[in-house]
């Protein structure tokens, strides 16, 4: 069954660097997200991205992140400045289309740590 | 805004009890509604999923049925085994743009043999 591959599946970084996060998403979807869990508390949306531009993106995902589809597979979720409060599990996540009710699948997470 | 209130745990549970998670939703129109799960160390798999009111979900003897009369989408299995550990999460799916998933706290159920 095709899935969603996430790399790198853990990251510890200090404060202050940048962090890339990369996600491949499956071949024919065309929407793409980006959900991140801090440990203990829920998943939460940062952004939804389609046709090569963010569609949607949360209070959360301010001018210190960015999301970019640098080619034909790959989707990534940029950090420019880490914090610590950036320590998550960071989940990519596609679906076909915008049809309702389409499942949404999600890759096994990216755990960043911020020290 | 759209919010999903789900039981939170942590909950156990022996072998072959029965199980029920529940699930409501604060949301305009009619969204679908997913549970999905969360295996330890593992990444969130679609469990189930029903679309319109009266629908039922079914996966892996896991059930639930979209009851819009109650906004609520509770999840239920006759029978739990040792392998239903994991983290449970209620979410439904926004209606319009890019229909992403609100998520409830998700609920950690430990099933002991």
């Known amino acids: 069954e095709p899935e969603v591959t996430q790399t790198p599946s853990h990251q510890v970084t200090q404060m202050g660097q940048e962090v890339i996060l990369r996600c491949v998403p499956i071949s024919n979807h065309l929407y793409f997200y980006w959900y991140r869990q801090i440990l203990g508390q829920k998943v939460e949306f940062l952004v939804s991205f389609y046709n090569n531009e963010i569609s949607e993106k949360s209070e959360i995902f301010d001018d210190q992140f960015s999301v970019e589809r640098p080619d034909g597979s790959n989707f990534t979720l940029k950090i420019r400045s880490t914090k610590l409060e950036d320590s998550a599990m960071y989940f990519c996540?596609?679906?076909?289309?915008?049809?309702?009710?389409?499942?949404?699948?999600f890759g096994e997470g990216s755990w960043l740590t911020v020290v | 805004g759209d919010s999903v209130t789900q039981m939170e745990g942590p909950v156990t549970l022996s072998e072959e009890a029965f199980l029920t998670i529940n699930c409501t939703y604060t949301a305009t129109g009619y969204p679908s509604l997913f549970w999905y799960v969360q295996y330890p160390g593992e990444g969130l798999q679609l469990l189930l999923k029903a679309t319109k009111a009266d629908d039922k979900g079914s996966n892996k003897g896991f059930e639930a049925t979209y009851r819009k009369e109650t906004t609520s989408f509770h999840l239920e299995k006759g029978s739990v085994q040792v392998s239903d550990s994991a983290v449970y999460f209620c979410a439904l799916g926004t209606q319009g743009g890019s229909e992403k998933l609100v998520f409830g706290k998700g609920m950690k159920l430990t099933v002991n043999p």
């Open positions: 996540a596609s679906r076909v289309r915008g049809v309702a009710g389409n499942t949404i699948y």
